[in-house]
Structures are given as structure tokens and as C-alpha cells.
């Protein structure tokens, strides 16, 4: 890596470290339901509280706690005495001359009048505000704004708080968090009072108003981050390409790379074998006579298994590259490049199993599999932690390894690392596995009989 494109990098994490934290919040009940009518629901359940007619057992408790607060506002000019409640009324989606509706009104009697528009995502529609303000009238509730005093004339926009302001000066951009925090400080006070339903309730409204609030802090990280994705865009192609080629050229050498690293293995010569394979004998007094090919011939599924594992189906001669016509016969140990590429860079994470190649039947697969677990379970032998049987439904047997790459300063270096500690692990140490494997192919090759 270039010292140019290694600060770029590092400057992209030093920006990437200075963001603040700040995590997708968990949905509430009200969010997982949500369908494209949020801002009607958040009206409903609002007005709906707030109306002492409405059966949920407060009476106008919320409606007086929320316009007192209103009132204590230095922002509304907005005067409310408790003795204005038995005449306090609330309608919503009120009409106007000119049709339009605002989402609530209210009022009491002639005294005053608050509307109220109210917005989560969406921006104001045109000219919406200015024509509420401008509104002689709310037609649908028979209020005349002329028979209510000047001073009297409130408007309420209810938004978050980063939205942009109302277009008409006469309404006031109160946050949806502001209403959050007056519910919850409503309940706080009310000591039980209330019916558990309904606190239970108003409880899930504070919560999907503040994860609303928080989702926007969250929205605005992940923008940032995106920003410094197009600062760094060359630093971040430059290395991405180069990433790939070396993943690329891994995917056909990674056998080589781990036979030049063991010393318990000599490469030997077999004619048949494909040139992007190599084969090795063992060279441990312990085991005699092996030879074990290591198939690089794919992107994905990386392979090693030992001779006499692959065979050919008509007269289970001894193969090394999959037939043509698929009559042939396999096992093999397998580590997938690309399946499993983010569990190995992520997770540092190295993962081998068993396989059955195409070629096999479904009967020799079935009793194979059968034929190991068994053996395997049955066995006086214990077997080392990092080995699982059965692996998973398609493998009797999966070992995880760690890929230690803290301790080398390339990541295929250390991946090699890996792949050495699991061929040692599989077969040299812990040889009692490949005799398992042999004597239930060997078994298993009865169905062909």
C-alpha cells in the first residue's frame, strides 16, 4: 500500500472515529404496524387523549396539563385559566372556505382557538399554513375567526424538531419531543391514578416519539458517513480493487501458500491432477503412506481431501477432478471462500466441513452421513473442541478454527494460518478422524455393489 492511499485511509478512519455513536433504536408496537398513515395515527392517538369525551379515564387531566404548558411557553403568547375546561372543545381535520383542512382545532367557546397542523416527515404543502392563517373561518365547527378576540389567535405547528420552520409567522413550531416530554412528565405526577391500559398506551406514543426523534440523529450519522464515502471515494476504490485481486488470486493459490508453510508434507507428482491443484504426501512416521490433493480450481469451494476419497462410479478407480458425466464418487474437506468471505473478515472466523460431491447418490450421501455420525458417536476416540458432529444438515462434521490476524500483518497470511492449524488439527493430530471417514466410505460404497 502506497504511504498515499494508506494516510487517505487512515484519515477516513480518524473521521469515521470522531462521529458520535449513534444506533438504529429499537422499533416500537406503533412503528412495526405503521403503514403509510403515520402522521393521521399520531393525530388520532394525540386528540384522542387530549378529548375528555373520548373513553380512556383522564377526564380533561392531559388536555388541562398540555395547554398549561402551552401557555408557559415564551414562544406562545397564549393565556389558559382552568376555569376555561367545561367549555374547551377539539375537532379534528376542521374545514376552511377554501377546503383545506387543518389536522385539529381547539377551542372554547369565543374566547380562543388554537390550530393545529401537525407534520412527522412530510414537508408543509403549499401555501398550507399561510392559508390557515388567512382563513376567515373554520366552517365545519361554525367559528368565525372575527367573533373570536385578535389576541385570542393561535396556531400550532407540531413537527420535529430539524424540520423546516412553517411558511405563515403565525404559527408557532413546537416539537413533536415537546409533547413526548410533557405526556411523560404527566405520568410521572399522576402516581397511578389513570387505568393501566391507558398510561400503557400513552407510554407507547412517548416511545415512538422519541425513536422517531432518535431515528433522525441516527439518519443523520448515517448521511455523514455517506459524506465521507464520497470524500474518500478514490482511496476507498483504490483499495476495494486491490482487495479483490488479492482475494482473487488467493481463491487459486491458498493451497499452494499453505503446503509452502507445513513442514510435515512433501508435493508430489500426479499426472491426471488439473494444473491449478497439488498433491502432497504426509511425511509423519504416525501415518503412512498418504497423499492428500488440495483443489484450487474455484472462486468458492475450496477443497482438500485424501486419494482414494474420489473415485469413479463404474469401477471405483481412483479420480482427481469431478467426471464429466458426474460418475463419480466423493468426499471431501471444504473451507467456501465466498460464501463465508465475511465471516472470515468479519468474524475472523475459518469454517471446514465435510461435503458430498454431485456426483454422488442420494443413497451413498444418506448413509455416508449416517454411517460417520454413527461411527463418530460410538467411537472411544474424543474428538478435538473445535469439531462438531453432526455439522450441520448437509455435513456430518464442522470445525471452526480462528483466523489469527492480529498476529500477522496481512490478513491471507493469517487465513493460511488457519487452514495450517485446521490440517493439523483434521488430520495429523488428530488422525482418528480420517480413519472414520475411510471406514465409512468404504461402507458406503456397498450401495454400488
Known amino acids: 500500500m502506497t504511504d498515499s492511499l ?37 393525530q388520532q392517538l394525540l386528540f384522542h387523549y387530549l378529548s375528555p369525551d373520548e373513553p380512556h379515564g383522564l377526564d380533561h387531566a392531559l388536555l388541562e396539563h398540555v395547554l398549561s404548558a402551552l401557555s408557559d411557553r415564551d414562544d406562545m403568547d397564549f393565556t389558559f385559566s382552568g376555569l376555561d375546561l367545561a367549555d374547551v372543545q377539539i375537532k379534528q381535520e376542521v374545514t376552511i372556505p377554501n377546503g383545506r383542512r387543518p389536522d385539529a382545532v381547539v377551542w372554547a367557546s369565543e374566547e380562543w382557538f388554537i390550530c393545529w397542523e401537525l407534520k412527522i416527515n412530510a414537508p408543509e404543502d403549499e401555501d398550507q399554513t399561510r392559508d390557515y392563517a388567512d382563513a376567515n373561518s373554520f366552517q365545519s365547527i361554525d367559528l368565525a375567526k372575527t367573533d373570536v378576540p385578535e389576541s385570542g389567535h393561535h396556531y400550532v405547528y407540531l413537527a420535529p424538531k430539524d424540520a423546516s ?103 508430489v507428482e500426479i499426472s491426471s491432477l488439473r494444473d491449478s491443484d497439488i498433491a502432497v504426501e504426509l511425511s509423519q512416521p ?20 485424501k486419494e482414494g476419497w474420489f473415485r469413479h462410479k463404474d469401477d471405483l478407480s481412483n ?36 461435503i458430498n460431491g454431485l456426483g454422488n447418490s442420494d443413497e451413498f450421501n444418506d448413509k455416508f452421513r449416517q454411517t460417520f455420525i454413527t ?26 478454527y480462528n483466523i489469527p490476524v492480529r498476529e500477522y500483518g496481512d490478513f491471507f497470511e493469517a487465513y493460511v494460518a488457519a487452514l495450517d492449524d485446521a490440517f493439523h488439527d483434521l488430520v495429523l493430530e488428530n488422525h482418528q478422524i480420517i480413519t472414520l471417514i475411510d471406514e465409512a466410505y468404504e461402507e458406503s460404497l456397498e450401495v454400488f455393489e
Open 6 to 42: 494508506a494516510d487517505q485511509l487512515a484519515g477516513l478512519k480518524s473521521d469515521l472515529d470522531g462521529l458520535p455513536e449513534a444506533k438504529e433504536p429499537p422499533s416500537t408496537t406503533l412503528q412495526i404496524i405503521r403503514n403509510n398513515q403515520q402522521e393521521e395515527e399520531w
Open 286 to 305: 504416525s501415518i503412512e503412506d498418504e497423499t492428500w490433493i488440495f483443489s484450487q480450481s474455484g472462486s468458492d469451494w475450496a477443497t482438500f481431501f
Open 375 to 400: 461411527k463418530a458417536e460410538n467411537s472411544n476416540d474424543e474428538m478435538p473442541s473445535s469439531v462438531t458432529v453432526p455439522g450441520t444438515r448437509s455435513s456430518p462434521l464442522t470445525a471452526t
Open 165 to 267: 420552520p412553517p411558511e405563515a409567522e403565525e404559527f408557532v413550531h413546537v416539537w413533536w419531543r415537546w409533547v413526548a416530554d410533557q405526556i411523560q412528565t404527566f405520568l410521572s405526577e399522576s402516581h397511578g391514578e389513570y387505568p393501566a391500559r391507558t398510561t400503557a398506551q400513552l407510554d407507547q406514543l412517548i416511545g415512538t416519539i422519541q425513536s422517531e426523534v432518535k431515528m433522525t440523529e441516527y439518519q443523520e450519522n448515517q448521511q455523514e458517513k455517506a459524506e465521507l464515502y464520497f470524500e474518500y471515494y478514490d482511496a476507498i476504490t483504490e483499495a476495494q480493487e486491490a482487495y479483490e485481486n488479492r482475494w482473487d488470486w488467493f481463491a487459486n493459490n491458498w493451497g499452494n501458500q499453505l503446503v509452502k508453510s507445513m513442514d510435515s508434507v512433501e508435493p
Open 319 to 354: 479420480i482427481y477432478v469431478p467426471d464429466e458425466n458426474r460418475d463419480d464418487i466423493w468426499v471431501m474437506f471444504c473451507h467456501r471462500l465466498e460464501k463465508n468471505r465475511e465471516k472470515a473478515i468479519k468474524d475472523n472466523l475459518l469454517q471446514i466441513r465435510i
